[in-house]
């Protein structure tokens, strides 16, 4: 059965470009899938979870249900399966419905590549999940942000300069940040050029103050901080390597800090800022959908309801009899 998981995520990979992230929540939610249809215990003919069925792997039923693999999962299994996630293990409903997602497409993947003929997935419900609003650093907060990165000298207070101003320049992902080469800047024309989700490439824009930090690391600091291996990340870390995600996010936090920011704050926030901020600004809701990489603008409508006050605002200010 881990067969079919795998080819249907080699298929995510080379026909879908999924990202890695995505690709690993995938492999987790499916493999769980099997856990759990491995762990049925005929004597009752429920599906159960738990450590002390494991012995019903061996069991004549079972086997036949691991020859029969997939064909054998039918919709009150995968039904009975959703309920000891919201139950037993007390999923949230998004949590949950990301799960079902991942295993609708799987299944649907089956049927096209002619291993089952029906869909169980078919008439298989999921929690309806409303939509949280993206949390945002005010013009303000990102002004005292970055303000304070600007202070530092030192061959890492550059870099780290450059990379809050990159992040807030141009909305780009934490993943695409670090996925940046050398070669992908182009400081005399103001862009830089980053692969997004589903392998597309975009050019992101770059204001003259994040250049001039760019610049300044690019020339500078980046120089001292590489090893004597030739490396083309474009941000690197004490030792000559390319910059992780999980150190970027250590480097927002410790100047959040530094700047008496009470809030949490994650690389995502600034590029929620960004959109935000433009949108604010008079940008077309279009634009910005092409700038942050979305492929569906109801991706980035979601910003619209951020803006809503500020548009009021300015109704209020600007209308004659208001």
């Known amino acids: 059965m881990r067969e079919h998981v795998d080819s249907f995520l080699n298929h995510l990979v080379v026909e879908k470009g999924f990202s890695w992230n995505t690709l690993e929540a995938y492999r987790n939610d499916l493999y769980q899938l099997i856990n759990y249809l491995q762990e049925w215990t005929p004597s009752t003919n429920s599906w159960q979870a738990d450590s002390e069925n494991a012995q019903a792997k061996d069991s004549p039923s079972v086997s036949k249900m691991s020859q029969g693999g997939w064909r054998q999962v039918e919709l009150g299994v995968l039904t009975d399966y959703i309920s000891s996630l919201r139950g037993k293990r007390s999923y949230r409903d998004t949590t949950t419905a990301r799960k079902i997602a991942a295993m609708k497409s799987f299944f649907n993947f089956l049927v ?46 550059k870099r780290d300069c450059a990379i809050l101003e990159l992040l807030y320049a141009t909305g780009i992902r934490v993943s695409e940040l670090v996925s940046l080469n050398v070669q992908d800047t182009n400081l005399q024309d103001g862009y830089v ?13 770059v204001y003259p103050r994040a250049v001039q930090a760019l610049r300044a690391y690019m020339e500078e600091a980046r120089l001292l901080l590489l090893s004597p291996v030739e490396e083309k990340a474009l941000f690197l870390n004490h030792r000559g390597d390319r910059l992780t995600r999980q150190w970027v996010w250590t ?19 600034l590029r929620h800022s960004f959109a935000t901020h433009l949108l604010r600004g008079g940008a077309s809701l279009r ?35 208001a």
Not at 129 to 144: A, D, I, T, Y
Not at 254 to 266: N, V
Not at 289 to 300: K, V
């Open 287 to 321: 634009h910005v959908q092409e700038l942050l990489g979305h492929s569906s603008i109801t991706t980035t409508q979601v910003y619209t309801h951020l803006t809503s006050e500020h548009v009021r605002n300015e109704y209020d200010r600007s209308h004659p009899r």
């Open 112 to 157: 096209q590549e002619g291993a089952i003929e029906q869909d169980p997935t078919e008439f298989l419900s999921a929690p309806r999940v409303g939509r949280s609003l993206p949390k945002f650093l005010s013009e303000e907060e990102v002004e005292r942000l970055l303000d304070q990165a600007a202070k530092e000298d030192s061959p890492e207070g």
């Open 193 to 205: 050029r980053c692969m997004g989700k589903g392998a597309k490439e975009r050019i992101a824009y």
């Open 251 to 269: 480097i927002l936090k410790a100047y959040a800090r530094k700047a008496s920011l009470d809030k949490p704050i994650t690389p995502h926030i």
